[in-house]
Protein backbone atom coordinates (compact mmCIF):
# COMPACT_ATOMS: atom_id res chain seq x y z
CA UNK A 1 0.00 0.00 0.00
CA UNK A 2 1.20 3.03 -0.74
CA UNK A 3 1.90 5.51 2.29
CA UNK A 4 0.20 8.29 3.26
CA UNK A 5 2.48 10.99 2.58
CA UNK A 6 2.40 10.12 -0.89
CA UNK A 7 -1.52 9.98 -1.49
CA UNK A 8 -1.25 13.83 -0.21
CA UNK A 9 0.39 14.31 -3.89
CA UNK A 10 -0.97 11.74 -5.73
CA UNK A 11 -4.40 12.47 -5.18
CA UNK A 12 -6.74 11.07 -8.53
CA UNK A 13 -3.67 10.00 -10.15
CA UNK A 14 -3.61 5.87 -11.24
CA UNK A 15 -2.36 3.70 -8.77
CA UNK A 16 1.42 2.70 -8.73
CA UNK A 17 2.45 -0.17 -11.17
CA UNK A 18 2.61 -3.28 -9.03
CA UNK A 19 6.21 -4.25 -8.07
CA UNK A 20 7.66 -1.57 -9.92
CA UNK A 21 10.80 -1.36 -7.31
CA UNK A 22 11.09 -5.22 -6.69
CA UNK A 23 11.12 -5.67 -10.47
CA UNK A 24 13.41 -2.37 -11.24
CA UNK A 25 16.01 -4.51 -8.59
CA UNK A 26 15.54 -7.84 -9.68
CA UNK A 27 14.43 -8.80 -12.80
CA UNK A 28 17.47 -8.98 -15.53
CA UNK A 29 19.82 -9.26 -12.42
CA UNK A 30 19.41 -12.91 -11.07
CA UNK A 31 23.33 -14.40 -9.42
CA UNK A 32 22.62 -17.54 -11.42
CA UNK A 33 23.43 -16.28 -14.51
CA UNK A 34 27.03 -15.90 -14.03
CA UNK A 35 29.63 -18.30 -12.28
CA UNK A 36 30.74 -16.20 -9.86
CA UNK A 37 27.36 -15.62 -8.81
CA UNK A 38 27.19 -11.68 -8.68
CA UNK A 39 24.76 -9.87 -7.01
CA UNK A 40 25.53 -6.57 -9.33
CA UNK A 41 25.79 -7.96 -12.47
CA UNK A 42 29.41 -7.65 -14.00
CA UNK A 43 30.73 -5.19 -16.39
CA UNK A 44 31.34 -7.05 -19.77
CA UNK A 45 33.70 -4.90 -21.69
CA UNK A 46 34.95 -7.70 -24.45
CA UNK A 47 34.37 -6.60 -27.84
CA UNK A 48 34.25 -10.74 -28.83
CA UNK A 49 33.41 -13.85 -27.95
CA UNK A 50 34.96 -17.48 -27.85
CA UNK A 51 33.30 -20.09 -29.58
CA UNK A 52 32.97 -24.06 -28.82
CA UNK A 53 33.03 -24.41 -32.53
CA UNK A 54 32.26 -22.23 -35.64
CA UNK A 55 28.56 -20.69 -35.43
CA UNK A 56 28.49 -22.68 -31.81
CA UNK A 57 28.64 -20.04 -29.16
CA UNK A 58 27.41 -19.46 -25.54
CA UNK A 59 24.86 -16.86 -26.79
CA UNK A 60 27.32 -14.02 -27.49
CA UNK A 61 29.39 -13.79 -30.64
CA UNK A 62 30.40 -9.92 -30.93
CA UNK A 63 29.43 -7.12 -28.83
CA UNK A 64 27.55 -5.11 -30.66
CA UNK A 65 25.21 -7.32 -31.76
CA UNK A 66 24.68 -8.82 -28.03
CA UNK A 67 26.64 -7.86 -24.82
CA UNK A 68 25.65 -9.43 -21.14
CA UNK A 69 25.67 -6.32 -19.19
CA UNK A 70 23.39 -4.88 -22.19
CA UNK A 71 21.34 -7.75 -21.99
CA UNK A 72 20.65 -6.97 -18.01
CA UNK A 73 19.13 -3.59 -18.57
CA UNK A 74 17.21 -4.43 -21.69
CA UNK A 75 15.32 -6.79 -19.33
CA UNK A 76 15.01 -4.64 -16.43
CA UNK A 77 13.83 -1.65 -18.93
CA UNK A 78 11.22 -4.50 -20.69
CA UNK A 79 9.72 -5.29 -17.40
CA UNK A 80 9.29 -1.63 -16.02
CA UNK A 81 7.72 -0.78 -19.23
CA UNK A 82 4.96 -3.65 -19.14
CA UNK A 83 6.91 -4.82 -22.44
CA UNK A 84 8.48 -7.64 -23.68
CA UNK A 85 11.15 -6.71 -25.42
CA UNK A 86 13.34 -3.98 -25.32
CA UNK A 87 16.58 -2.45 -27.41
CA UNK A 88 19.19 -0.04 -25.81
CA UNK A 89 20.67 2.42 -28.15
CA UNK A 90 23.63 4.78 -28.12
CA UNK A 91 21.14 8.06 -27.48
CA UNK A 92 17.77 9.06 -27.80
CA UNK A 93 18.34 10.03 -30.79
CA UNK A 94 20.01 7.41 -31.88
CA UNK A 95 16.52 5.33 -31.11
CA UNK A 96 14.81 7.86 -32.97
CA UNK A 97 16.93 6.81 -35.93
CA UNK A 98 16.59 3.46 -35.46
CA UNK A 99 12.83 3.82 -34.88
CA UNK A 100 12.64 5.67 -38.34
CA UNK A 101 14.52 3.05 -40.15
CA UNK A 102 11.47 0.81 -40.33
CA UNK A 103 10.39 2.87 -42.97
CA UNK A 104 10.99 3.22 -46.51
CA UNK A 105 11.55 6.11 -48.98
CA UNK A 106 7.46 7.99 -49.88
CA UNK A 107 6.53 6.89 -46.19
CA UNK A 108 4.84 9.44 -43.70
CA UNK A 109 5.45 10.31 -40.47
CA UNK A 110 3.03 12.54 -38.31
CA UNK A 111 4.82 14.06 -35.16
CA UNK A 112 3.66 16.11 -32.50
CA UNK A 113 4.27 19.76 -33.00
CA UNK A 114 5.31 20.62 -30.35
CA UNK A 115 8.36 17.94 -29.31
CA UNK A 116 12.28 17.97 -28.36
CA UNK A 117 13.72 20.14 -30.89
CA UNK A 118 16.84 17.42 -31.98
CA UNK A 119 13.44 15.40 -33.08
CA UNK A 120 12.22 18.14 -34.65
CA UNK A 121 15.30 19.20 -36.59
CA UNK A 122 15.73 14.83 -37.40
CA UNK A 123 12.88 14.57 -38.63
CA UNK A 124 12.55 17.58 -40.73
CA UNK A 125 16.09 18.51 -42.11
CA UNK A 126 17.34 14.48 -42.38
CA UNK A 127 14.48 11.95 -42.58
CA UNK A 128 12.32 14.38 -44.92
CA UNK A 129 15.56 15.25 -47.20
CA UNK A 130 15.93 11.15 -47.01
CA UNK A 131 12.30 10.59 -49.19
CA UNK A 132 10.27 10.63 -45.93
CA UNK A 133 6.89 12.27 -45.83
CA UNK A 134 6.88 14.47 -42.53
CA UNK A 135 4.13 16.29 -41.13
CA UNK A 136 3.73 18.02 -38.02
CA UNK A 137 0.49 18.15 -36.06
CA UNK A 138 -1.39 19.08 -32.67
CA UNK A 139 -1.90 15.50 -31.69
CA UNK A 140 -3.82 17.24 -28.42
CA UNK A 141 -6.98 17.92 -31.21
CA UNK A 142 -8.50 14.76 -32.38
CA UNK A 143 -9.91 16.50 -35.53
CA UNK A 144 -6.60 18.09 -36.29
CA UNK A 145 -4.87 14.34 -35.86
CA UNK A 146 -7.00 12.74 -38.16
CA UNK A 147 -7.49 15.62 -41.26
CA UNK A 148 -2.74 15.04 -40.86
CA UNK A 149 -3.10 11.16 -41.20
CA UNK A 150 -2.46 10.25 -45.00
CA UNK A 151 -2.64 7.06 -47.03
CA UNK A 152 0.87 7.00 -47.04
CA UNK A 153 1.21 7.55 -43.48
CA UNK A 154 3.14 4.88 -41.51
CA UNK A 155 4.16 6.08 -38.06
CA UNK A 156 2.99 8.82 -35.31
CA UNK A 157 5.39 9.98 -33.19
CA UNK A 158 3.88 11.57 -29.69
CA UNK A 159 5.48 13.19 -27.15
CA UNK A 160 3.43 13.53 -23.73
CA UNK A 161 4.21 15.67 -22.02
CA UNK A 162 5.42 17.69 -24.89
CA UNK A 163 8.56 19.26 -24.60
CA UNK A 164 8.88 22.69 -23.74
CA UNK A 165 5.37 23.74 -23.62
CA UNK A 166 4.31 20.26 -21.39
CA UNK A 167 1.06 19.94 -23.42
CA UNK A 168 -0.76 16.41 -22.48
CA UNK A 169 -1.74 14.41 -25.41
CA UNK A 170 -4.09 11.39 -25.13
CA UNK A 171 -2.08 8.21 -25.67
CA UNK A 172 -4.94 5.92 -26.13
CA UNK A 173 -7.25 7.98 -28.08
CA UNK A 174 -4.27 9.39 -30.65
CA UNK A 175 -3.43 5.03 -30.76
CA UNK A 176 -7.02 4.27 -31.29
CA UNK A 177 -7.35 7.24 -34.34
CA UNK A 178 -4.40 6.14 -36.24
CA UNK A 179 -5.18 2.50 -35.99
CA UNK A 180 -8.46 2.95 -37.37
CA UNK A 181 -7.09 4.92 -40.27
CA UNK A 182 -4.73 2.10 -40.72
CA UNK A 183 -4.05 -0.94 -38.40
CA UNK A 184 -0.65 -1.23 -39.63
CA UNK A 185 0.20 2.40 -38.49
CA UNK A 186 3.28 2.48 -36.41
CA UNK A 187 2.40 4.69 -32.94
CA UNK A 188 5.77 5.40 -31.52
CA UNK A 189 5.38 7.73 -27.88
CA UNK A 190 8.13 9.33 -26.34
CA UNK A 191 8.24 8.73 -22.96
CA UNK A 192 11.34 10.22 -21.91
CA UNK A 193 9.59 13.15 -19.49
CA UNK A 194 7.56 10.94 -17.65
CA UNK A 195 9.92 7.68 -17.46
CA UNK A 196 8.48 4.47 -16.89
CA UNK A 197 7.53 4.56 -13.04
CA UNK A 198 4.69 7.59 -14.29
CA UNK A 199 3.61 6.59 -17.51
CA UNK A 200 3.44 3.44 -19.58
CA UNK A 201 2.47 4.03 -23.29
CA UNK A 202 2.53 0.37 -24.04
CA UNK A 203 -0.69 -0.38 -22.07
CA UNK A 204 -2.59 2.43 -23.73
CA UNK A 205 -2.45 1.20 -27.00
CA UNK A 206 1.15 2.60 -28.82
CA UNK A 207 3.21 -0.25 -30.37
CA UNK A 208 6.50 1.59 -29.22
CA UNK A 209 7.75 3.14 -26.03
CA UNK A 210 10.68 5.02 -26.24
CA UNK A 211 12.90 7.09 -23.75
CA UNK A 212 16.29 9.50 -24.29
CA UNK A 213 17.59 6.87 -21.10
CA UNK A 214 19.65 10.09 -20.58
CA UNK A 215 17.08 11.15 -18.53
CA UNK A 216 15.00 10.26 -15.87
CA UNK A 217 15.75 6.97 -16.78
CA UNK A 218 19.57 6.93 -16.35
CA UNK A 219 18.80 10.06 -13.46
CA UNK A 220 22.41 11.25 -13.03
CA UNK A 221 23.28 12.90 -15.65
CA UNK A 222 26.12 10.73 -16.67
CA UNK A 223 25.63 8.88 -19.17
CA UNK A 224 23.69 9.08 -22.78
CA UNK A 225 21.41 6.75 -24.17
CA UNK A 226 18.04 5.54 -25.59
CA UNK A 227 15.57 2.96 -25.20
CA UNK A 228 12.91 1.44 -27.12
CA UNK A 229 10.27 -0.94 -25.56
CA UNK A 230 8.04 -2.90 -27.75
CA UNK A 231 5.41 -6.32 -27.17
CA UNK A 232 5.04 -7.04 -30.90
CA UNK A 233 7.54 -9.91 -32.07
CA UNK A 234 7.75 -8.74 -35.49
CA UNK A 235 8.60 -5.23 -34.41
CA UNK A 236 11.25 -6.41 -31.81
CA UNK A 237 12.43 -8.94 -34.64
CA UNK A 238 12.88 -5.80 -36.88
CA UNK A 239 14.26 -3.48 -34.45
CA UNK A 240 16.69 -5.79 -33.16
CA UNK A 241 18.77 -6.44 -36.95
CA UNK A 242 18.63 -2.07 -36.85
CA UNK A 243 20.25 -2.17 -33.88
CA UNK A 244 23.01 -4.62 -35.02
CA UNK A 245 23.24 -3.32 -38.62
CA UNK A 246 23.00 0.67 -37.89
CA UNK A 247 25.21 0.14 -34.92
CA UNK A 248 24.23 2.42 -32.98
CA UNK A 249 24.55 0.60 -29.32
CA UNK A 250 25.66 1.66 -26.08
CA UNK A 251 28.83 1.00 -24.11
CA UNK A 252 28.41 -1.53 -21.49
CA UNK A 253 29.96 0.80 -18.73
CA UNK A 254 26.93 3.12 -19.67
CA UNK A 255 24.66 0.23 -19.79
CA UNK A 256 25.93 -0.57 -15.96
CA UNK A 257 25.53 2.54 -14.79
CA UNK A 258 21.76 3.04 -16.10
CA UNK A 259 20.75 -0.64 -14.92
CA UNK A 260 22.09 1.42 -11.49
CA UNK A 261 19.90 4.73 -12.14
CA UNK A 262 17.23 1.80 -12.78
CA UNK A 263 17.13 0.74 -8.91
CA UNK A 264 15.98 3.94 -7.41
CA UNK A 265 13.90 5.18 -10.18
CA UNK A 266 10.69 4.74 -7.98
CA UNK A 267 12.59 6.63 -5.39
CA UNK A 268 13.32 9.22 -7.71
CA UNK A 269 10.62 9.81 -9.41
CA UNK A 270 8.31 10.23 -5.94
CA UNK A 271 10.92 13.08 -5.19
CA UNK A 272 11.19 14.99 -8.48
CA UNK A 273 7.22 15.01 -7.88
CA UNK A 274 7.08 16.26 -4.68
CA UNK A 275 9.79 19.27 -5.50
CA UNK A 276 8.16 20.12 -8.87
CA UNK A 277 4.58 20.55 -7.15
CA UNK A 278 5.66 22.46 -4.19
CA UNK A 279 8.10 25.00 -6.96
CA UNK A 280 5.26 25.46 -9.25
CA UNK A 281 2.61 25.90 -6.47
CA UNK A 282 4.76 29.22 -5.19
CA UNK A 283 5.66 30.19 -8.75
CA UNK A 284 1.98 30.03 -9.69
CA UNK A 285 1.02 32.72 -6.45
CA UNK A 286 4.05 34.81 -7.27
CA UNK A 287 3.04 38.09 -9.44
CA UNK A 288 6.38 38.03 -11.20
CA UNK A 289 5.47 35.20 -13.08
CA UNK A 290 3.04 35.40 -15.69
CA UNK A 291 2.04 31.72 -16.38
CA UNK A 292 2.46 28.10 -15.13
CA UNK A 293 2.58 25.29 -17.08
CA UNK A 294 2.61 22.05 -14.69
CA UNK A 295 0.03 19.26 -15.54
CA UNK A 296 0.43 17.78 -11.44
CA UNK A 297 -1.49 21.81 -11.11
CA UNK A 298 -5.43 21.90 -11.43
CA UNK A 299 -4.47 25.05 -13.34
CA UNK A 300 -3.19 23.12 -16.71
CA UNK A 301 -5.48 22.42 -19.24
CA UNK A 302 -4.82 18.48 -19.63
CA UNK A 303 -4.95 17.74 -15.70
CA UNK A 304 -7.28 15.62 -15.74
CA UNK A 305 -6.31 13.71 -18.63
CA UNK A 306 -2.78 13.63 -16.62
CA UNK A 307 -4.61 11.46 -14.00
CA UNK A 308 -6.05 9.12 -15.86
CA UNK A 309 -3.38 7.96 -17.68
CA UNK A 310 -0.25 8.47 -15.74
CA UNK A 311 0.56 7.61 -11.56
CA UNK A 312 1.98 10.89 -11.02
CA UNK A 313 4.21 13.92 -12.70
CA UNK A 314 7.82 14.49 -13.44
CA UNK A 315 9.86 17.67 -11.89
CA UNK A 316 9.42 19.42 -15.50
CA UNK A 317 8.10 22.93 -14.91
CA UNK A 318 7.59 25.76 -17.74
CA UNK A 319 6.53 28.96 -17.25
CA UNK A 320 6.65 32.60 -18.58
CA UNK A 321 8.47 35.08 -16.60
CA UNK A 322 6.72 38.55 -16.92
CA UNK A 323 8.54 41.12 -19.07
CA UNK A 324 11.22 40.56 -21.45
CA UNK A 325 13.73 38.58 -22.85
CA UNK A 326 15.92 40.30 -20.49
CA UNK A 327 14.45 39.32 -17.70
CA UNK A 328 14.22 36.03 -18.72
CA UNK A 329 18.17 35.86 -18.46
CA UNK A 330 18.86 38.13 -15.56
CA UNK A 331 16.43 35.53 -13.94
CA UNK A 332 18.86 32.52 -15.19
CA UNK A 333 22.25 34.12 -14.71
CA UNK A 334 20.98 34.46 -11.26
CA UNK A 335 20.04 31.45 -10.01
CA UNK A 336 22.40 29.73 -7.84
CA UNK A 337 21.15 26.02 -7.17
CA UNK A 338 19.86 25.71 -9.95
CA UNK A 339 22.79 25.14 -13.40
CA UNK A 340 22.32 27.18 -16.48
CA UNK A 341 22.38 23.75 -18.76
CA UNK A 342 20.44 21.72 -21.23
CA UNK A 343 19.12 18.48 -20.86
CA UNK A 344 17.19 17.11 -17.71
CA UNK A 345 15.94 14.20 -15.35
CA UNK A 346 19.53 14.08 -13.01
CA UNK A 347 19.30 14.06 -9.23
CA UNK A 348 20.57 17.89 -10.18
CA UNK A 349 17.98 20.73 -10.35
CA UNK A 350 18.70 22.76 -14.01
CA UNK A 351 17.40 25.43 -15.75
CA UNK A 352 16.78 26.68 -19.23
CA UNK A 353 15.90 29.19 -22.05
CA UNK A 354 14.49 26.70 -24.97
CA UNK A 355 14.23 29.67 -27.52
CA UNK A 356 18.01 29.97 -27.25
CA UNK A 357 19.05 26.47 -26.11
CA UNK A 358 17.35 23.55 -26.33
CA UNK A 359 14.79 24.16 -29.66
CA UNK A 360 17.11 26.96 -31.37
CA UNK A 361 17.16 24.86 -33.94
CA UNK A 362 13.20 25.01 -34.50
CA UNK A 363 12.51 27.24 -36.72
CA UNK A 364 11.75 31.04 -35.20
CA UNK A 365 8.17 30.75 -37.29
CA UNK A 366 6.88 27.71 -35.50
CA UNK A 367 8.56 28.86 -32.04
CA UNK A 368 6.09 31.68 -32.19
CA UNK A 369 3.46 29.18 -33.01
CA UNK A 370 4.18 26.84 -30.40
CA UNK A 371 4.55 29.12 -27.70
CA UNK A 372 8.45 29.27 -27.36
CA UNK A 373 8.64 33.34 -26.54
CA UNK A 374 11.95 34.85 -25.15
CA UNK A 375 9.95 34.38 -22.01
CA UNK A 376 9.67 31.24 -21.62
CA UNK A 377 12.00 29.45 -19.23
CA UNK A 378 11.88 25.46 -19.04
CA UNK A 379 13.00 23.89 -15.25
CA UNK A 380 13.90 20.52 -14.23
CA UNK A 381 13.60 20.44 -10.54
CA UNK A 382 15.90 18.26 -8.65
CA UNK A 383 16.42 15.88 -5.27
CA UNK A 384 17.19 19.27 -3.35
CA UNK A 385 15.78 19.83 -0.57
CA UNK A 386 12.25 21.37 -1.23
CA UNK A 387 12.52 24.97 0.44
CA UNK A 388 16.35 25.66 -0.85
CA UNK A 389 14.08 24.88 -4.88
CA UNK A 390 11.97 27.68 -4.15
CA UNK A 391 14.43 29.84 -2.48
CA UNK A 392 16.48 30.12 -5.22
CA UNK A 393 13.68 30.59 -7.67
CA UNK A 394 12.48 33.55 -5.03
CA UNK A 395 15.93 35.53 -5.02
CA UNK A 396 16.33 34.72 -9.22
CA UNK A 397 12.80 36.54 -9.60
CA UNK A 398 14.34 39.25 -7.45
CA UNK A 399 16.99 39.99 -9.50
CA UNK A 400 14.75 39.68 -12.67
CA UNK A 401 11.87 41.95 -11.10
CA UNK A 402 13.95 44.25 -7.88
CA UNK A 403 11.03 46.02 -7.29
CA UNK A 404 7.56 43.68 -7.75
CA UNK A 405 7.72 41.83 -4.96
Known amino acids: MASHSRNDISTGFQDEFKSFATDAIHVGQEPEQWKSMAVVPPISLSTTFKQYGPGNHAGFEYSRSGNPTRNCLERAVAALDGAEHCIAL ?29 TNRYFRRIAGEMGLDIS ?33 VDIKACAEIAHEHNKDIVVVVDNTFMSAFFQRPLALGADICMYSATKYMNGHSDVVMGLVSVNREDLFERLKFLQNALGAVPS ?31 LEADPRVDRVIFPGLPSHPQHELMKRQATGCPGMITFYIKGKLENATTF ?16 ESLAEHPAIMTHASVPEEERIVLGISDTLIRLSVGLE ?9 DQALSAAHPKKK
Open 252 to 282: PFDCYLCNRGLKTLHLRMRQHFRNALAAATF
Open 332 to 347: LSSLKLFALAESLGGY
Open 136 to 168: FADCTKPEVLKAALKANTKLLWIETPTNPTMKV
Open 90 to 118: ASGLAATLTITHLLKSGDGIVCMNDVYGG
Open 385 to 393: DEQDIIDDL
